[in-house]
């Protein structure tokens, strides 16, 4: 049953702006049928829906979004059929591939394929490729898009099998003379560009099936890539991405001192009719697509597709109006609000990186401009930089030496990985992030950092295995941010001043003091003081490591089955 209530700060806090937050009260929708009087245990088993609007409103709020967007000036000047080959970039608000798709044709053909080498294994570790979460996340995408895009008078063609097949064999049924796509930079995507030029290649096209009335001969469909996925546009960089700064502050300041942020794109309120389709297939479910479906029963259960995406802007920005605390609030651990929650929607590319910045601009003319307000930019530039220097760097991003070619010795005790992949490690803050990622496809950006520093530095375990873990669960899994943030973590990035240890006793006393993240995660520990839920002793679990500096527990109670070791590395 649903129902609303309000959590105390008691059994849900941000604990370092708990009393900025709490004198405003964050209303959560939370789905349970506990009572409003036994917060505890209904914050240790809460789901929290992101975005918390109910469907209503969040319709609305798209409605509205759309009809801001929507271009009265937009002129169509193409002929015959276009495709638009539908990839991480699964809206349609500031979708240029779909705008040149409509500007260029008569008829526009969206297509999605469920290619299915994303439901294989991971590369080296034989993960699943996608986990189930990230499936139902992509699932509810598809759903939204394909909703949207009726509201413009077109569809969404569900297909199955590789792009590289379907593209050209449509392209050839439909005499598309183009299929526009957005541009990906990691190895597996740009393959799949290639088979799909390839085979477009070889389809002919009669003379009246292109888009100029001058030709005479047979043709080939074109692939047009554009690119799309960030705020900065590769074409506006103030240098050649070979030339990429390796250190991200500099390629920031340059970024922002020589290059402005493109708007976002404006389509027209109508973009049909689409060319005749027999059959425009159904949206899969994840045991379709070979998976186990999951359920989150605790945790953030996000809401997947651009309607949720837009709404949870206007909620974190306007309706709760925290974008100006970002910066206080963002190495929070627990709930929905300490940080905006924009990865998944912006890896599936059902929000884009454009509209963000708009927002931002906007709000701070209508409400107030300050540290934070400019921090939520700051961070989307690092999602720009790892997309960029994942070019400059081709696939050494994903060799264990990274892009800086380290060499180091790497365990792969699969044991041992498994107690820190299913948070069995003896440390409750370790556990409790692994448990979230598990059980939500999410962890919070401190989560994240310290997981990684455990696995590298405390485990010494190679860095790839956790990448991969990350990959399979993560529901904003992107190449770039994933593997950039795990070289960086693994001190094989391009930037070598990246090395670093976190040493999780400092980590658990300032973002975790009163163990709030680590009861939630790890409900034994709720009965303990809230001082030693994350210094349990005996009470817990035994650590199956030592760790690297000093000793493990400020209570100096621990047991480990190891003696402790010391290494030259900066400790945070
Ligand atoms: C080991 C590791 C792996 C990661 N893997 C991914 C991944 O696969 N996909 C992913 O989107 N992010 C990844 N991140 C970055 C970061 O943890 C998430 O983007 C962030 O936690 C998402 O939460 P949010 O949207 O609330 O972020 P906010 O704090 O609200 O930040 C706003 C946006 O800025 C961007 N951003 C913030 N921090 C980073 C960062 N360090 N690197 C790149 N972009 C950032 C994200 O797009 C984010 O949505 C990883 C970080 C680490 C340390």
């Given amino acids: 049953m649903a129902v609303n209530i309000i959590l105390p700060p008691s059994s849900l806090s941000l604990w370092h702006t708990k009393k ?24 240790s088993s809460a789901v929290y829906q992101v975005p918390g609007l109910d469907s209503h409103e969040m319709d609305s709020t798209a409605d509205k979004t759309f009809e801001r967007y929507s271009s009265n000036t937009a002129k169509r000047n193409g002929k015959g059929v276009s495709i638009v080959w539908f990839r991480n970039d699964l ?19 969206p297509v999605y394929c469920i290619d299915p080498r994303l439901f294989q294994t991971t590369y080296y570790f034989g993960f699943p490729k996608t986990g189930a979460l990230r499936a139902q996340f992509i699932i509810e995408c598809l759903a939204d898009l394909k909703k949207k895009l009726m509201k413009k008078g077109l569809n ?15 392209a050839k049924a439909f005499g598309a003379h183009t299929v526009y796509a957005h541009k990906e930079t990691c190895s597996e995507e740009l393959q799949v560009e290639r088979s799909v030029a390839r085979g477009l290649r070889q389809v002919e096209l009669s003379p009246a099936q292109g888009n100029s009335s001058r030709s005479s001969s047979t043709h080939s469909p074109k692939l047009q890539l554009i690119w799309g996925s960030t705020l900065y546009h590769l074409d506006d960089l103030p240098f050649s991405v070979g030339s990429l700064p390796d250190v991200y502050t500099q390629f920031r300041k ?42 989150v029963v605790k945790g953030m259960r996000f809401l997947g597709g651009e309607t949720a995406a837009l709404s949870r802007v206007t909620e974190y920005f306007w309706n709760k109006d925290l974008l100006k605390i970002y910066k206080e609030t963002r190495n929070g651990m627990l709930g929905p609000d300490y940080s905006t929650k924009f990865s998944p929607w912006l890896a599936s590319g059902s929000l884009s990186p454009r509209f963000i910045y708009e927002e931002v601009k906007r709000y701070e003319k209508e409400r107030l401009a300050n540290d934070s307000t400019y921090w939520v930019l700051f961070e989307l530039i690092w999602r720009d930089y790892f997309r960029f220097i994942s070019i400059k760097y081709g696939n050494s991003f994903f060799h264990l030496g990274g892009p800086r070619k380290v060499e180091k010795r790497w365990h792969q005790d699969q044991k041992l990985f498994e107690t820190w992949r299913n948070g069995c490690t003896g440390y409750p803050l370790i556990d409790a992030n692994m448990k979230e990622l598990s059980a939500s496809g999410f962890m919070s950006n401190r989560g994240r950092q310290i997981v990684c520093s455990f696995l590298v530095r405390d485990m010494g375990i190679n860095w790839r295995m956790g990448a991969e873990w990350f990959e399979t669960c993560l529901l904003d899994y992107d190449p770039c941010s994933n593997y950039g943030n795990w070289t960086y973590g693994a001190g094989v990035g391009n930037d070598p001043r990246e090395d670093r240890y976190f040493s999780i006793p400092k980590q658990a006393q300032t973002y975790d003091p009163d163990g709030e993240h680590v009861a939630f995660w790890v409900p034994e520990l709720l009965t303990l003081p809230k001082e030693r839920r994350n210094f349990p002793g005996k009470s817990y679990i035994e650590q199956v ?28």
């Avoid at 809206?91 to 053909?109: G, I, P």
């Avoid at 969404?156 to 449509?170: A, R, V, Y």
């Fill in 545 to 572: 490591v030592p760790l690297k500096f000093g000793s493990s527990n400020k209570h100096h109670s621990q047991r480990s089955k190891y003696g402790g070791r010391h290494s030259g590395l900066r400790n945070r």
């Fill in 156 to 170: 969404l063609l569900i297909q199955h099998g590789k792009p590289e097949d379907i593209l050209p064999s449509l």
């Fill in 254 to 295: 340059s970024a922002e001192a020589k290059c402005t942020i493109r708007g976002c794109i404006r389509l027209p309120t109508s973009l049909g009719p689409p060319p005749s389709v027999d059959d425009w297939g159904i949206i899969p479910s994840v045991e379709q697509l070979g998976l186990h479906s999951e359920k």
């Fill in 91 to 109: 809206r349609v608000l500031d979708n240029e591939a779909l705008f040149k798709a409509w500007v260029s044709s008569q008829a526009v053909l």
């Fill in 20 to 43: 900025l937050i709490y004198s405003t009260q964050i209303r959560f929708r939370i789905m349970s049928s506990a009572s409003k009087s036994q917060p505890q245990s209904v914050a």
